[in-house]
């Protein structure tokens, strides 16, 4: 079972940065792609970003590319979420995920963003 533990959210003003955190235990990190989602109050769970557990590879959503960054450090059982250029709409609770192949197997509890304008 994995357990994952996000932190690093908080209040910002528009065009501020944030970086997220999220620390996993209880598997082996490296065996996992990792993702972070974020979801506004009544809108869908919206995957923002993900990198993958082989080669590194990344996507980003559209409204994502150009201003958020995804890390991993194995060493470290962590995966980050540089965002700059933060916007209003960004304001959600941003969670992390982990999965092994397709499906997103395990998630945190998330994160609350807030982007003041």
């Known amino acids: 079972q994995v357990r994952l533990v996000e932190s690093g959210g908080g209040l910002v003003q528009a065009g501020g940065s944030l970086r997220l955190s999220c620390a996993a235990s209880?598997?082996?990190?490296?065996?996992?792609?990792m993702g972070w989602f974020r979801q506004a109050p009544g809108k869908e769970r919206r995957l923002v970003a993900a990198i993958s557990k082989n080669d590194g590879s990344t996507y980003y959503s559209d409204s994502a590319k150009g201003r958020f960054t995804i890390s991993r450090d194995n060493a470290k059982n962590t995966v980050y979420l540089q965002m700059n250029s933060l916007k209003p709409e960004d304001t959600a609770v941003y969670l992390c995920?982990?999965?092994?192949?397709?499906?997103?197997?395990?998630w945190g509890q998330g994160t609350q963003v807030t982007v003041s304008s």
């Open positions: 209880g598997g082996t990190f490296s065996n996992y792609g």
């Open positions: 995920a982990a999965r092994m192949r397709v499906i997103w197997d395990y």
